[in-house]
């Protein structure tokens, strides 16, 4: 330990909020993700889930997770309602289902009047999104979209760089988003994530596009403050037999004038999470990997290339005061996606206690919205043969 | 998410344990460390404490936790007694105090029957080492030591490997832990962590060799399963004014004939937490990196380097069985950590059920009395211009 | 040195080829370069040399380079001529200038007899390039074109291994190269090499493309054995009043159902000679980086990453055949360059024996006029917004 | 090709120095390779040769390098006299034997009045060292150590930046330089280069020490400016049946107060020719690998570590100058190898011509004594059970 810049993670506002959850029950994965990411900063008690819609699974879910039987639910819409009733209700929700019932379950906790967290990509298409936006600003409730890798310090010193102008005006973008792990038909196999990420019902139009080229898209944006204005795209199904797609190659252009490159990918070898973002700009460049993710690359333009160390030197409030560690002591995916948390927790906090809420970078709604037209505009633009499909007509 | 190797972290016995803490109130560092490592897997809630040994620090330090203001206490002696009468009183206490208040704190739980989890090093002296375990017998009680960089999936993964005899008989050991935190006299700043640290009376006899040093030894015995028999000690301290060593040239060999090398810094400008461990054997080699702890390269004897990724291909279940991610999201140093809780809740919930313990490769207090023997030797042969110092001496 | 692997290069034809030089006079840069490849294995002898245009410049340069006077000429034309009517004329030329005269001077010496090695890019038409072509065939002379990064042994090895269907099926291609040297308007500042390469009149109708553009497109042709068909390329120039391209993203399908991206770019700070190449098939992925020039990695599908170390295990003969060194001793840009000369020497030793050339893979006439196709298409599908443009057409 | 930083290496002189070699004929290693560095910037002409004291092989060996008959001797005694007699006779010498006949070939051209280039280790006792002093000085001859990895650029940055203050005063050095081409008793199978590597009679006392310690040893002083006043050596011998060492733990002290460590080894699987050079001092750290030799971090304190690039931004006239390409385009080993021959030139033709000898930092007679000290401290050390050994003593 080498506790040179100690930092203080841990609860501040003197509550820990109670949340609950739809989706995540024995076997499924990101829910247990969520959990983690919910608990890390004990900001966050579970108490109360809809985590199977099997009543047997749901209770014997809960009952692992400590949830008093009476609030293990198995269906979402009972919850909703249970819960906004009950004096000790959940103050937020958290909806970590395959994507198809996003849209529902998000809609039936905002009608409750519960805070939302929700896993990506939000919904399926663009009506629905702009329901959930629409209801998130009547309500005045806190909606946020777990793209769990803006939660990474390293992500948020590389926007706060482009913000406070250390790369100049932006010319290029590239960002990829390369893994392996449906390199083969492993969703006939029986393997349950790739089952509902490769099929349409439940995934949505799109497949690698949808899965984590709404990551992709979304950091780049994130991090750099641009709009992307038109894309073309060129997706393909390398697996045989696959309903969607599994590679995507697409050119972005930016309002700015900046242009991009977006490659995602699932089915290539001797890749594994392989999320990477550059940015150049006139004056300098950022390069951020995800598989390392403590350290950022930064080329001012003419001088030697830097390293910046999660809270080393050169780390900027924003990276630093986020940190729970030292540099040299590495934080990884459950820290970035417990950030997301953290950040939503100080959101609503201050709602319930009717304070102004602070300003926290998270993804919201409108992100999602923005993720929803990435999808909509990479399938129509693949569908014409790669023509430049306009952003704002989705 | 790339859910290929999906593993399911949580709680399996049906219960929480009960913890308490000594040390780690307000602006202290390491305390918070265990508590987010006690947190993550959820085996585990805080309920008692005696943060500080200043009465209102403690109650305001145990506030900010949640405690209950009856379980926030003063004095650690008091606490152990307490505690041990309470028909809900604690499974486990963590101790992260100074390393001067280790002996008397662990002394006084483990008298009072409670299981033990404390930071490194150990103790002071030989003696106190031999004291504690002595009564970690007698009582037949968990003991604990938090050399948490074996907690790290690729680090079980190493050990793995060798004890199944991958790399054969081993010839060469390269441990070294640099950090650069020191580099300059900060004690003399106010550096709350630096103070403690260069001044022999809360830290001992050693300065680097006893804060770091014993990490880089631990994890070398760990890996390896050697012993090493004797070492050749030349110690030094390069800031003006230090009163403890920070920087330390160290010789080792081991009983199986193999020999080694460990380097220990706290002032060399650039390095961070360079904690690294490199094996050789008659068939093959090992690589690790703490700063990049999810990789671990593997160098088979006139084959090409191969490059390990926990959870990935080529992974024992002795790092995928505790991997919480998928190769490619990376963990960190808190998950290390926690994998020490999580085996310490492992044994102590066998313990508590009468089952038989599990086997969990966790550091023990006769690792701590490793640590101080390493110690004495270290600083004794340094005395004597870097003659070799019998280990069993110590 | 650890010469496990010994290797010897250098002359086994029992000659030194009589080498003449057009460009690379005084103050050129590519010029030295191939001079020193020409040199590195002994080879070739420089006897003559067109070295500049300005009868002082060629005669002071060649003075330099211990040519005889009467050999030092102002015009390559006429240097041809005499060189082809001495006994001791030179075997071989070397062509070194900018871009618009490789076409006059590579016709001159082909049409005295005279084997051609030439820069890149080879032309700037379709049609000067297979009026080279025709030469070439006519004559049955050597003509090479200096894609020097397909001289790395690293790069050989990897065309090697797709060859002999390590990969499997390929799938995704990417490969980009990105520089910054021209992030500013050095052109306007009176930088020569920049001067030349942004000037229609001297680089031709694209700038980026043209100039590291094609290394990147030849060496994914090269590497993968596939055949682009069509592309999709959205130039840009960032400089203001820049009148070439300094950007390219370019969509790219191949015949055999393959897709890639390639990216170029001179603009991108922090970027130096940035050429990288994945190849990904349904068994493997291949990843080379021109400024590690000495690794591969290599990931066949479901084990661990290895490093292919250049000369180490794994090493093919394509690549350890013409290493000069035992791996972990680098060799770099000057050594793959160099290659080039040593297969081309080999090709004209066969040739002036009249034996059968050997089977070298070696950058020909053909690559030059898929280099110019590649140029012209790019330029045409960004003029018309990134239509996919044919690549048989051009 | 990005030429922002052109450099122009080549003949200055307007001579090409004749070189006569002792040793590298048929089948020897190191001989190519001084003689690929000899010829790369076209500095010397390869005139004679006692390539062998097989007649046979030496005029064989002599036919492949274009060396007349009468210029190809078999014993290298007659050679100096015959050379030194001829009008055209050899300028310089380079001594590529085994390391038993270093001393006994360097006299001979001392004595002859030729300039020597000679391979390390220069001899085998300090007398023999002493005595070659004497000559060089007593004749006035250049004599030139090819310590090659001193000729690497950012080997030359490195020494430059601290000689420049740039790090402060030195506290730390760590040098390492490991291997495995040894890890097997390949001498046993025939490997001509372990064979005489392996055996006292060739090699001297040391094995690994002898071999490669010297160059980390060498590597070391240079760099640092610093004198090693002691050591206390561990040396091992881990392959059955070996006669000189193979693997050696050095705990070094330096005049000023540094210390540090070096460790050379030819058993670890997985290290190739793993060189590495670490220098901390107060105010910054330096770390150099030889496997990727373009490259130096530099750490200031408390700022962002930054990647030096060869030729980069933030190099100096001490790299940059002696650079052959633009940053980015690699140069290896043999650039390296080939700086020791263009510096040796430099100082050989200002010898020839009476001008003042240029300041050029290459290894001379100097270096080979303290290397010839280093050893045979070493090897008494590790005798003494690995006791400090005064440096001056040796």
Redesign the interface.
């Known amino acids: ?4 810049h ?1 930092s ?4 501040s506002s003197g509550r ?1 909020l109670r949340l609950g959850m739809v989706g995540g029950g024995q076997g499924a ?2 829910g ?2 969520h ?2 990411a919910a ?4 900001r966050y008690e579970l108490v109360a889930g809809a985590l199977s819609s099997d009543p047997e699974r749901a209770r014997a879910s809960g009952a ?3 949830l008093a039987p009476d609030r293990c639910y198995d269906d979402f819409r009972a919850m909703a309602v249970a819960e906004a009733a009950r004096p000790d209700g959940i103050d937020a929700v958290a909806i970590v289902t395959p994507n198809h019932l996003h849209f529902p379950a998000a809609k039936a906790f905002l009608e409750a009047g519960i805070h939302v967290i929700c896993d990506k990509p939000m919904v399926n298409t663009a009506a629905e999104a702009e329901e959930l936006a629409a209801l998130v600003r009547e309500r005045g409730l806190v909606f946020v979209l777990t793209h769990n890798y803006s939660g990474y310090p390293m992500i948020r010193q590389a926007r706060a760089m482009v913000e406070a102008g250390m790369l100049g005006r932006l ?2 973008v ?1 960002v ?1 988003y390369a ?3 449906l ?2 038909a ?1 969703e006939e196999s029986g ?1 349950k ?2 089952a509902w990420r490769t099929d349409p019902a439940r995934s949505g139009i799109a497949g690698c596009v949808g ?1 984590i080229g709404t990551h992709a898209f979304h950091l780049a944006e994130f991090v750099t403050g641009l709009r992307c204005t038109a894309l ?1 795209a ?1 997706l ?1 199904t ?1 697996v045989p037999g696959r309903r969607l797609d599994d ?1 995507a ?1 697409i ?1 972005l ?1 930016f309002g700015s004038g900046a ?3 977006l ?1 995602a ?10 999320l990477r973002l ?1 940015v ?6 950022l ?1 951020w990997q ?5 350290e950022l ?13 999660r809270n ?3 780390s900027l409030p924003a990276a630093s005061g986020i940190s ?12 970035g996606f417990a950030q997301i948390y953290r950040d939503a927790a100080d959101l609503i906090d201050a709602r319930l206690d009717g304070r102004q809420t602070p300003a926290v970078p998270l993804p919201t709604v409108e992100d999602g919205l923005r993720g929803v037209r990435f999808i909509h505009a990479a399938v129509e633009s693949s569908g014409r ?2 023509a ?1 499909v306009d952003m704002a007509g989705h």
């Open positions: 330990m080498s506790p040179d100690p203080s993670p841990g609860p820990r994965f990101i247990a993700v959990r983690i608990r890390l900063d004990d692992e997770l400590f010319r290029v590239q990829e893994q392996d792990w390199a083969t492993v393997q994530q790739a899965d073309a060129d393909g390398f590679n190659h050119l252009r242009r991009g490159m490659w990918s699932q089915v290539c070898p001797g890749t594994t999470n392989g550059r150049f700009g006139e004056a300098g460049g390069d995800q598989e390392q993710p403590n690359r930064f080329t001012p333009l003419g001088e030697p290339p830097r390293t910046l160390l080393g030197p050169g729970r560690l030292p540099a040299g002591h590495p934080e990884g995916y459950l820290e043969d790669a430049w």
